[in-house]
């Protein structure tokens, strides 16, 4: 596994470096967008998240020999353009809205000021890793409305890749997730882990007491028993036979969950083990958390649906050049032209409005000189808040975004800023975003 | 970025691995076996893919110190398990289906054969790899005949996780997939890649006309250029005359495209450039390459839908222990009894068989003694081939499976063992799977 991220790149990326710099082209300066064009699945908000791991992976975009050399083997890119590579190191300027924060159609999540050269070869990388991670973190955040205070771990490590795995617990644990069963988001991001044993580990044993006996042995009567391998009644008295009242937690991996629970639980309370709690983690999405949010289960664990996106597996979206210097050093708004592929050319900043309540009524986008200024206009618009940051500048990461410290505000911030939302926006079914984008 | 692959793991196969080896269990023969319960997406056929990912993964599947140290920290295992896995290294056999297989309900895809801990160690690293790179290949496989011939290029690396990115290239290049955008694809694996320019570079430069010089001047006339930035017609006249008849291929990403290929088609031809090929973008899934592989396109592009296995992203394929030696050495049979997750116990072996024109008609689950034997009964079936292969030989991989030579294999493995298929297995919608899964 290569420590440089230079080639988790498109080939085009390349190619347009090389002709650029051929044409005297590639330093013109040049703003760049990353943004979604509509909420995949008509979900009602999205959420931002991989931005940080975005940020990290841009301090090792780096092309050093092993990258040039397979660029030169396959003659890729002109020795020119090698020389350049060789020296490259994103210098420029990135805006965007802060991990964990919200985002409607159009919203500018990324904002690259750079040359163009710079711009266009992050373009990948940056759509790869917030396309995946914003998919997990909007899915997980609808999970976390329909668990209703009740916690969710995210288990889906073994249904989507083993790095995604990683990157998916990171993103789940940001939308408000409590934990995940991924070892390496525990070593790389501090996310607590947890997991206790599988059907395999009572089958293995001669009997379900056995199995249960070891497991106390090892991990103690808080633990978790997995009591659905024979029959769940007879599961759970055995559990709570061999753990004593004392017994942490059941699991229940199967059967029809809102009656199976309501048995369980007053079963559990007939054998006095009144604090045992109830973890479900059949195959649940955020349908089936919701209507089990009001059952007798304490806690949800959550596989495929959240590491996949819930139905929208990538979040749709793109990059786009929406504004260059020319050759007469003069700033050119530009934007393709096709009709259903439409994109709003220009440099632009973001406010978001709210009512006097301070619930969230509109994504204002004011076009004209970009991020970190008064935009015109934005002293008519209300009670507003600026959501855009600094998260480069000048080829400098900025702290807070990166790392555990990031991930920790990401998780604030997310709960923050749905908190503000209207309340619409905790609604499952598909439908118009929960605010309107308002181009000024 | 770590090199090991151990943490790439569920925390409950450490804790499982930790409770048995307490209670002497944890060295019991067993059989673990990978399989899906049904066709993700109501698919024809599944195709195996990521087998030789996972062998190369295994080898890297070590506890060294900053692994034991993160168990440690933790304390997700005891000290006498800590020990154990200092010294973890997979000594068992591995059976499988060899990468590029195709694949039906029940197919036994890996049968790991060592001790409980170590198969229950590897199930979250196998199932991650094989859900994911196998929802790919099924897909690809799917497009490539939907593609009636025509080239596809995978370019979807931008819709997925950045290292996902580069699995999803090898898993569509396996299925019949020709070229990848994706370059560490292209360095890791050999996989051809390619690409030229995106509309954001047509944007940067005055013109249109501009643009498509300074490409030439960089790619040579043989280039593709992108013609949709603004108006088609005109981007086609413009390209052949800056490029020549000799232009290599415009590409074409928005519209409607049967019309505008058609007429773009004519257009070339009237220009004189008979040669030059066309290459739609725009958003393909196999059911809009079925529907453009009779007009005049030379070749697709496939981005968003290949990489996310269209629709399903996931094979949902699980991992069971199917026996084991008991206390008393003998080999016993498991299964997990709940209804709707029931699985079939015991030792399996497979062929597939054909008829006298030598198409499969039954994927034949042979229960008795495992892989690599003649199971009872197998001559009374008729025509029938082996499928399982020996891929881990107590703990050392087989040669072929792994590297170039292993993706190699794979792609004619996988062309020569779907073009064995009924012609049902090509029908795009969803149902049964082609052939029946029998048990014997």
């Known amino acids: 596994m290569n420590t440089s991220t230079a080639l988790l790149t498109d080939h085009y990326e390349l190619t ?19 943004f979604a064009r509509r909420l995949a699945g008509a979900r009602r908000y999205g959420v931002v998240a991989g931005t940080g791991r975005l940020l990290e992976a841009i301090e090792r975009f780096r092309f050093a020999e092993p990258e040039l050399e397979f660029l030169r083997e396959q003659r890729i890119v002109s020795d020119e353009t090698l020389d350049w590579l060789a020296d490259f190191r994103f210098g420029g300027t990135i805006w965007g809205y802060p991990e964990g924060e919200v985002f409607f159609p159009g919203s500018p999540l ?13 373009e990948t990388l940056a759509l790869s890793i917030l396309n995946s991670d914003s998919a997990v973190a909007t899915a997980a955040s609808r999970m976390r409305h329909a668990a209703a205070g009740k ?5 889906g490590s073994r249904r989507t890749g083993e790095r995604s795995a990683v990157a998916a617990a990171r993103a789940a644990y940001i939308a408000g997730f409590s934990a995940t069963s991924n070892l390496e988001a525990g070593r790389n991001y501090g996310i607590p882990t947890m997991g206790t044993a599988a059907h395999s580990f009572t089958l293995l044993h001669e009997t379900e007491r056995e199995a249960f006996e070891a497991q106390i042995a090892a991990l103690g009567t808080g ?28 699991r229940i991996d199967s059967g029809d969950l809102p009656v199976v629970v309501a048995r369980v639980r007053q079963l559990l309370d007939e054998l006095g083990a009144t604090g045992t709690r109830i973890t479900v983690t059949n195959d649940l999405d955020e349908y089936t958390v919701a209507a089990l949010a009001a059952s007798p289960v304490d806690s949800f664990g959550v596989g495929t649906s959240v590491v996949v996106g819930s139905g929208s597996p990538t979040m749709g979206m793109v990059y786009k050049l929406v504004a260059h210097e020319n050759a007469a050093g003069e700033w050119v708004s530009v ?19 709210y009512d006097d309540r301070g619930v969230a009524t509109a994504e204002l986008i004011f076009l004209g000189d970009g991020p970190g200024g ?4 934005a002293e008519l618009a209300g009670i507003t808040r600026e959501v855009l940051a600094p998260l480069v500048v000048d080829g ?22 749905t908190r503000e939302l209207p309340i619409v926006a905790r609604s499952l079914t598909r439908g118009d975003p929960a605010i309107p984008t308002e181009y000024r």
């Open 151 to 155: 916690p969710l771990a995210e288990m």
């Open 335 to 353: 934007a393709k032209k096709s009709a259903e592929k439409a994109s709003v050319g220009g440099r632009k900043s973001v406010r978001r409005a």
């Open 223 to 250: 633990t978790t028993l997995l009591v659905d391998t024979y029959d769940i009644e007879q599961g759970v008295r055995t559990a709570v036979e061999v753990a004593g009242p004392e017994l942490g937690a059941v």
């Open 374 to 377: 008064e935009p015109e206009g």
């Open 110 to 122: 990324v904002i690259v000021e750079s040359s163009f050269a710079e711009g266009v070869l992050l």
């Open 16 to 34: 347009m470096v090389d002709a650029a710099l051929r044409a005297g082209t590639a330093h013109r300066r040049s703003v760049f967008e990353l």
């Open 396 to 417: 400098v990461v900025q702290p807070g975004s990166t790392g555990a410290a990031g991930i920790a505000a990401a998780r604030s911030r997310h709960e923050a800023r």
